[in-house]
């Protein structure tokens, strides 16, 4: 049940997130001729021990500028790592953020999540979570018999084929595991595509998915502008710019998720909600984010005030909203978006607020 409730969670921030959004070698030399230059005129103004002391600085400036330009070209190697996850949890040096894990609350579950497109315009979502296991174990309690074991490129991964909600065509749910994290991916199939063909695609054509011997850092995996990076498992799993999360969330010992914190990276610090909307600022963000999900609703709904709250680094402006029916007694989702940064936070709930304290204590 607790894979079944994982996909269609990342099936849904797939397509929330379809509806966001000269030569370097040449500038190199050019610096070396004006080094040259400058060298060339103090040679004529200068004593010895200060043409050599200028060559040292210009010989410097000329490394530190050719380096800056690899780190471009690397792609990941440029990148500013945005999560990271350690044994103490989630972590994020840029938000001042920190999810700290209870080793003992089995209902805590953990992830970095992204999506990426194919070459056939279908969109593959990617979670990483932490997994004390291997990827038999994985395939052994997913709560079906009908997960199988493959490899590519000298990995093993287990996945199972089901319907794909939003199309005609089957989807597969694909999982690496072990070393203390699992990364699952589910990718829709293109028409009379199998899973070996999806995925040797992905790994191979694409290179979206893959095996990586150079990490930005010494953790268990962390997430960049360019995608989740496993060091544990010697994997990388690249992702568009946009649409990024981590998030923490509570389940119940029956599969239903309780409550959840999401941290989501938008363009403009707009949530893809009403990334359409005239947002002036992130109070007006948040004040339409529920004004648009109470829209329509049959529901029993209840808007509440507009508040601020500090969440690590920054202040962030929240409001939410509750709503009852047959199935829930005081249910709540709140928005919070800041001015100073385009990660925005979204607080799930039920039990009449109760637990959205407890969301909001967890964090440090």
Partial sequence: MRRKLLIVSMLVFAMMGLTSCGSKSADAD????????????????????????????????????????EAEESGQDGSEVMWYMDSEGMKSDELGIVMRKNPDDEEQVFGLSGFFAR????????????????????????????????????????????????????????????????????????????VEEAMNCIWNDEQR??????????????????GIYCPVLGMKFLADSTNKRAICRRE?????????IKFEYCYKGIPSLVFNENVQDAKDAVEKCVKFAMKG???????????T?????YTYYGKGYTWINEYSFGDGTKYFCSDDTE??????????????IDCIESLE
């Avoid at 953790?219 to 960049?224: F, K, L, Q």
Wanted: aromatic fraction near 12%.
């Fill in 309 to 313: 709250r500090n969440f690590g680094k």
């Fill in 343 to 356: 990660w925005t936070i979204e607080f799930s709930y039920d039990n009449g607020g109760e637990n959205y």
């Fill in 119 to 194: 070459k056939t315009y279908d969109t593959v979502s990617v979670e990483c979570n932490y997994y004390n296991g291997n990827i038999d174990t994985y395939a052994y309690i997913s709560g079906t018999n009908d997960m199988q074991k493959t490899s590519i490129g000298g990995v093993e991964y287990a996945y199972t084929y089901y319907d794909n909600y939003y199309s005609n065509n089957d989807s597969v749910y694909v999982v690496f595991a072990g070393n203390g994290i699992a990364v699952s991916a589910v990718i829709p199939l293109a028409e009379n595509e199998t």
């Fill in 252 to 260: 119940s010992a029956q599969d239903e998720v309780h409550e959840s």
């Fill in 209 to 226: 998915i893959g095996l990586c011997d150079e990490f930005e850092m010494d953790c268990m995996a962390y997430m960049t502008d360019d």
């Fill in 30 to 69: 050019e610096s070396v001729q004006t080094v040259e230059t400058v060298q060339s005129v103090d040679e004529e103004e200068s004593s010895s021990d200060e043409i050599e002391q200028q060559s040292e600085t210009a010989a410097d400036e000329v490394s530190t500028e050719l380096e800056t330009e």
């Fill in 297 to 307: 609703s049959e529901d029993s709904t209840s808007a509440g005030e507009t508040e």
